[in-house]
């Protein structure tokens, strides 16, 4: 099962997908967590900073920098100095926990939203609080039989059919 903030990021996708009014450009910015020494230095000597935010929502003339964060994530301090910089330069710095969250921070930017954003939001967070039911662990597929367990299958049925023999 996904991680909160993959699933939160997941639903934040087909919400903007569904709901920002264009003109507008957007993207998701991939991190990675966990990563070897070598890429980790590969990225920092190609410029990857620490503190990027998820979400880059970009319109005519501003940037709305967007971090998704689990209920009980925390913003980081190198994500508190980007929204500071970010901020400086006049520009949008939000951290979310909901899709509804997510709207009300994009409509606060004066960024256009579709009318139906509300109930949209309010889908996708039902459906990230819903408790998703356990899955069902499917039984293991029984191996095939081989040649040999045919024949002695084959040959006590014929042992049945002719009387016992």
């Not at 569904?18 to 070598?38: D, F």
């Not at 006049?90 to 899709?99: D, K």
């Not at 997510?102 to 930017?109: F, P």
Request: charged share 20%; glycine share 8%.
């Amino acid at each position: 099962m996904a991680r909160p903030e993959d699933r939160l990021q997941m639903r934040s996708r087909m919400f903007l997908d569904a709901c920002l009014a264009v003109p507008h450009y957007w993207s998701s910015i991939a991190h990675e967590r966990k990563q070897s020494p070598a890429s980790g230095q590969r990225q920092k000597a190609r410029g990857v900073r620490a503190g990027l935010p998820d979400i880059v929502i970009i319109v005519a003339g501003y940037v709305l920098a967007v971090e998704l964060k689990s209920a009980t994530g925390t913003v980081t301090p190198s994500q508190a100095a980007t929204a500071g910089k970010l901020r400086a330069l006049g520009h949008g710095y939000s951290v979310v926990r909901s899709i509804r969250q997510l709207g009300e921070e994009i409509t606060r930017a004066g960024i256009l939203l579709t009318p139906n954003w509300q109930f949209v939001a309010a889908r996708h967070d039902a459906e990230l609080h819903a408790i998703a039911p356990p899955k069902k662990r499917l039984a293991a597929p029984k191996a095939k039989p081989t040649l040999s367990q045919i024949a002695r299958g084959n040959r006590f049925s014929l042992v049945g059919a002719k009387g016992g023999k």
